[in-house]
């Protein structure tokens, strides 16, 4: 019964115990823009599934004349792809100023430039402003979005180490649970058997934990291995 849950999707990983004291190496997505319309910016991340709804970072945006600044947290995996959606529909222009990956520490990992920014669908045009560029919008757009290139994956460092320790961790803490919880059902439920039959009978309940533990962290497991598997040889750390 494990081995087939394990293999059921499951699309937003659980994790049961989180790290307590994460590296420098986690990412975060940078931006300064303003913008000429009411909307909503989106960024949409390929970690290695694509582009999809699952993973991406939504932005309301108001009309301003000065350029704000937001941080947002990237997944602890390789970035393969980067989308802009600067609005959901209709026209409007984003200026950007500012926009790159900085690492915890505040380190500046990678800068988008003007020239990352493609036109994609529905963009008018990408021009340069004075300390920076914005992206013009048709009027009649309806899925107005730019392609971020990127010439490489942009690696958290140390990212295989700190998703292996996440799945030790929270396997084992959900391990423990379970592990108490059918214990207390059991000595809830039958009288005691001996200590040779209480042993047998926690050690059977132990690997019973164990199993369906890993069922309940399959998420978080098979994206560890995936983002492992999916990062190109030739890409380095950042």
Same mark, same amino acid.
């Given at each position: 019964m494990a081995?087939?849950?394990? &293999? %059921?999707? =499951?699309?937003?990983?659980?994790?049961?115990?989180?790290? +307590? @004291?994460?590296s420098g190496g986690l990412q975060y997505l940078e931006i300064t823009c303003a913008s000429n319309v009411q909307g909503e910016t989106q960024f949409y991340l390929d970690t290695g599934r694509g582009f999809n709804e699952l993973e991406k970072i939504r932005l309301p945006i108001?009309?301003? =004349?000065?350029?704000? /600044?937001? /941080?947002?947290?990237?997944?602890? !995996?390789? &970035? #393969? @792809?980067?989308?802009?959606?600067?609005? #959901?529909? $209709?026209e409007g222009e984003l200026t950007i100023t500012n926009?790159?990956?900085?690492?915890? *520490? $505040?380190?500046?990992?990678?800068?988008?430039? *003007?020239?990352?920014? =493609?036109?994609? +669908?529905?963009?008018?045009?990408?021009?340069p402003t004075s300390d920076g560029w914005k992206l013009v919008v048709k009027a009649q757009a309806s899925d107005p979005y730019s392609q971020i290139k990127l010439s490489q994956p942009i690696v958290p460092v140390g990212m295989n180490e700190r998703n292996l320790k996440?799945?030790? %961790?929270?396997?084992?803490?959900?391990? #423990?649970? #379970?592990w108490i919880l059918l214990l207390a059902v059991y000595f809830a439920l039958r009288r005691h058997d001996g200590f040779r039959t209480v042993l047998r009978v926690g050690a059977?309940? !132990?690997?019973?934990?164990? &199993?369906?533990?890993?069922? $309940? @962290?399959? $998420?978080?497991i098979k994206n560890s291995i995936r983002y492992a598997r999916c990062t190109p040889p030739a890409a380095h750390a950042h």
């Open positions: 081995a087939a849950a394990f &293999l %059921l999707p =499951q699309e937003v990983p659980l994790e049961y115990y989180s790290l +307590n @004291n994460p108001s009309p301003s =004349q000065s350029a704000y /600044t937001y /941080t947002f947290p990237l997944p602890d !995996a390789p &970035l #393969l @792809n980067l989308r802009l959606d600067p609005f #959901l529909s $209709g926009f790159r990956i900085i690492n915890r *520490r $505040g380190d500046e990992i990678h800068r988008f430039i *003007r020239e990352d920014c =493609q036109r994609s +669908n529905q963009i008018d045009a990408i021009l996440r799945c030790l %961790l929270s396997w084992s803490y959900l391990s #423990l649970m #379970l059977f309940l !132990a690997i019973l934990a164990v &199993l369906f533990s890993l069922v $309940g @962290n399959r $998420g978080l």
